[in-house]
């Protein structure tokens, strides 16, 4: 079972994971105590891997910084789901293999809800009801299946999109 | 003549795959620059050493490093970060290597010429859109994307759509470029622009200086880019290649007229970007610090911005004034001009040339229940130290007519 976190529009990244919390602050080892230090701060606390963050539109917005979403990975967090996400978090994530759905799906989940998560389907069961996930254009699923884009290119030797060299 | 008229993203893309791409088409492209700074390297160096086993970097040529945001280091942390970085950057015969106070990348990456118009530059960091001050195709990345970048000389873009701010007229005394930029960040979100580029037209008359602030502040509205047509006096010697101009007919997905001659000051309030207002409509807010610099305006015409509107004054009892020039070039002119002198006359105080508290690391982070007029980007709750404390954004007008008063002021009152 995985929980759910929800989170509203426009989660910026000093919410993620404020500028003075980066590991080149303090160090990479203690990135999993910071996710939403400040903001949320039971979060880091009582997070499980497997569990899932829903949230409203522009996710991630603001600064480069991939800490944010390593933090959330750092933890184990399976998924996020939100209408959209800021670009760069964007590319971070699927950088880091952070599996990253684009739809609103807040209306039929509640705050720390348990439910179970299918990311091969990929799906969600809440409360016995099958909640089918929009599937990503085939480069960025296989590019996620196999970890992220620095480990496709490490297993392919080219990028995703790259005609075989 | 092309076959479709194209946006200037397109047009760079374009020319950088060797055939015309359009809106929404994946491209792989070569990156002509690569910017890292101190607060990501280390992650970039750790991805390139133990994940891409990558020993040396693609073209050390095509790599600035920059010492920005923390510097000088604060920390034992920071102070051993900077160790590795400056160590990594030898190692890899990175010549372009701006150590503590050269000040904030990307002013000095335009300072150097280290972009040029017609370029794709990738950094480490959101605000790199500044690049497209120049003409250049500036977007930022994460750690793992600029390790990939420096790996393989390579990376994936999605050809963005272009949003065109059409500008007429001119602003009136008080109000400025920044101005624009937050009128446009209450008027479209903080994802108004995501995944897209913002183009300025009918800016041929701006500054340099102007134009990186426009640029930088596209970030703010979620864009890939800000381009400004690479045009008029201030471009005269930037050696802009023939291909790129704009074309009449390329498609953008929005239009937005802008005119200057009915612009005011306008105020980011906590504790978002977009939460903006004209200043009038902000009432009198008392403030305790007021800081002026970042890769937004701490630029040489906003530090005579300031000292014009200081000059022979003093800013109020209890307020701070904080003063970063963003370059050490920045710097050595305000004080060869005297704009600096009339700036500490007036009561500022002095930090290095680079990020300065912006990120709320250090060198003037505020505290609980503090209030602080930032000439930044960013004003998100935490952004500039204690998450209760209160940061709002504007120009550099507004910041010294804010300190002369205490509270928040209206430059163009004066």
């Known amino acids: 079972m995985a929980t759910i976190w929800l989170f509203g529009d426009d989660i910026d990244t000093d919410q993620i994971v404020p500028g003075r919390y980066a590991p080149y602050m303090n160090s990479e080892a203690e990135l999993g105590k910071y996710p939403f230090i400040e903001a949320r701060p039971e979060f880091a ?8 963050i829903v949230a409203g539109k522009n996710f991630g917005c603001g600064s480069s910084r991939e800490y944010a979403p390593r933090a959330l990975s750092v933890v184990g967090v399976a998924a996020i789901i939100a209408p959209s996400f800021a670009r760069i978090f964007f590319r971070n994530s699927l950088n880091l293999g952070l599996r990253l759905f684009e739809t609103d799906i807040r209306e039929r989940v509640s705050d720390r809800q348990a439910v179970e998560l299918d990311l091969a389907r990929p799906g969600l069961l809440v409360a016995g009801e099958w909640l089918e996930l929009p599937k990503p254009p085939v480069w960025l699923r296989e590019a996620w299946a196999e970890g992220g884009i620095i480990q496709y290119y490490l297993n392919h030797g080219h990028l995703p999109l790259e005609e075989g060299a | 003549m092309p076959d479709q008229a194209l946006t200037l993203s397109e047009q760079i ?10 809106a929404g088409d994946l491209v792989i492209v070569e990156v002509d620059r690569c910017m890292s700074h101190d607060s990501l390297t280390p992650e970039v160096i750790d991805s390139l050493r133990n994940e891409l086993k990558a020993e040396r970097v693609y073209d050390p040529d095509r790599i600035a490093v920059f010492i920005d945001h923390v510097a000088p280091a604060a920390s034992v942390a920071t102070a051993d970060a900077q160790v590795l970085v400056r160590q990594w950057a030898r190692e890899q015969g990175i010549r372009q290597f701006y150590d503590v106070g050269y000040g904030v990348c990307h002013v000095v990456m335009i300072e150097e010429g280290l972009v040029a118009p017609g370029q794709i530059a990738m950094g480490t960091d959101s605000h790199a859109n500044a690049y497209g001050a120049v003409g250049a195709f500036g977007t930022g990345v994460g750690s793992r994307d600029m390790a990939l970048t420096m790996a393989t000389g390579r990376n994936w873009l999605r050809v963005p759509e272009t949003i065109r701010v059409q500008v007429q007229g001119r602003f009136r005394p008080g109000v400025g470029p920044k101005d624009v930029s937050l009128y ?11 995944y897209q580029t913002v183009e300025f037209h009918g800016l041929d008359w701006l500054d340099l200086d102007g134009r990186e602030t426009l640029c930088s502040m596209t970030t703010e509205l979620g864009a890939k880019a800000g381009i400004i047509p690479p045009t008029g006096p201030a471009a005269a010697d930037w050696g802009v290649p023939d291909w790129l101009a704009l074309q009449e007919g390329a498609v953008y997905s929005r239009t937005i007229v802008l005119d200057l001659d009915a612009l005011t000051p306008q105020v980011s309030m906590p504790y978002a970007t977009d939460n903006v207002a004209a200043i009038a409509q902000v009432g009198d ?3 305790d610090m007021v800081f002026i610099g970042t890769c937004t305006n701490g630029r040489l ?15 109020a009892p209890n307020v701070r004034l904080l003063v970063i020039p963003a370059s050490h070039r920045i710097l050595s002119e305000a004080t060869a001009d005297g704009t600096l002198a009339t700036l500490l006359a007036a009561g500022a105080t002095l930090g290095t040339p680079g990020c300065g508290p912006c990120i709320g690391r250090h060198m003037g982070v505020i505290g609980a ?32 007519a804010t300190a002369l008063a205490g509270f928040i002021s209206d430059p163009s009152r004066l």
């Not at chain 1, 606390?45 to 899932?52: A, C, K, S, T, Y």
């Not at chain 2, 893309?13 to 359009?22: F, I, K, Q, T």
């Not at chain 2, 015409?301 to 800013?315: E, F, K, N, T």
């Open chain 2, 285 to 287: 807010v008392p403030v």
């Open chain 1, 45 to 52: 606390r009582e997070v499980q891997p497997g569990d899932v």
């Open chain 2, 301 to 315: 015409s906003d530090l005579q911005a300031a000292a014009r509107i200081l000059a022979g004054r003093h800013v």
């Open chain 2, 369 to 400: 229940g503090e209030t602080c007029l930032s000439t930044g980007n960013r004003n998100f709750r935490g952004r500039m130290g204690s998450p209760n404390g209160r940061v709002y954004l504007a120009s550099a007008e507004t910041a010294a």
């Open chain 2, 184 to 194: 446009l960040c209450g008027l479209l979100g903080l994802d108004g622009a995501s």
């Open chain 2, 13 to 22: 893309l374009s020319h950088a795959v060797g055939h015309p791409v359009h």
